[in-house]
């Protein structure tokens, strides 16, 4: 797994709760990336972190806060679930290219967590 | 920002067939082109990739190309086996500004035996 979790796997809430994600990495990646993955949306950027307390917003952050207090946890957080964040979250980290090439990193990926809010 | 089309959304093939799936990209800045494949229920894991100063890279039956001026791009995958069935996601990354990769919305690829 590269060294990297999230944590719940699967949750049901209901809306207008809060639900935290944890991603957690052992390996002291810099970069860190939060997506939520829908059907025919592909994979879309919510917020990502360049360091510790170093965060930024992605292309869907509405709704969506973040913190980073310590290099090895990246957290989510909903603070009111609507019903249209029911989607799989995905975190990832960036790391150097396993294919070899040369000054560039992938992105590798948690193994995702299913979220629904009803 | 950037934008990165993909198409098509469903190819069904038979085994032994080749699929190409196809993607185009918006912001010439982008210089680095991941291709991730996921099976059902599980990661996105990278596949292949180009960087934007090469047209062409080929790994065993997978290959991907690079049109820099069309910005266009595309996988190639032949000898299809059934085990290639998966959602194949192209993306586009600009080497700056928090390394973002903003992906294509997905290519579900079917391999009938």
């Known amino acids: 797994d590269a060294g990297i979790t999230q944590s719940p796997r699967h949750k049901v809430t209901e809306t207008g709760t809060p639900v935290t994600l944890r991603c957690h990495q052992t390996e002291n990646h810099r970069y860190m990336y939060w997506y939520r993955q829908d059907p025919g949306h592909g994979l879309r950027l919510i917020h990502y972190?360049?360091?510790?307390?170093?965060?930024d917003k992605g292309e869907v952050s509405d709704g969506y806060s973040v913190s980073r207090s310590k290099t090895e946890d990246f957290l989510l957080t909903l603070e009111s679930a609507t019903s249209s964040q029911t989607s799989v979250y995905f975190c990832a980290i960036r790391k150097p290219s396993r294919n070899g090439l040369a000054g560039v990193n992938e992105q590798f990926f948690g193994p995702g967590t299913r979220l629904t809010v009803l | 920002g950037e934008n990165v089309e993909q198409h098509p959304s469903t190819l069904s093939v038979q085994e032994g067939d080749s699929a190409v799936i196809k993607c185009t990209y918006s912001?010439?800045?982008?210089?680095?082109f991941p291709w991730y494949k996921q099976e059902l229920g599980k990661r996105p894991q990278l596949i292949i990739d180009i960087r934007s100063n090469v047209g062409e890279k080929k790994d065993q039956r997978i290959a991907v190309t690079l049109n820099k001026t069309a910005k266009h791009f595309s996988l190639h995958i032949t000898e299809t086996q059934p085990e290639d069935s998966a959602v194949y996601f192209c993306a586009a990354i600009l080497n700056t500004g928090g390394f973002k990769t903003i992906f294509g919305a997905g290519t579900r690829l079917f391999v009938k035996a």
């Open positions: 972190s360049y360091g510790v307390k170093d965060t």
């Open positions: 912001d010439s800045a982008s210089n680095y």
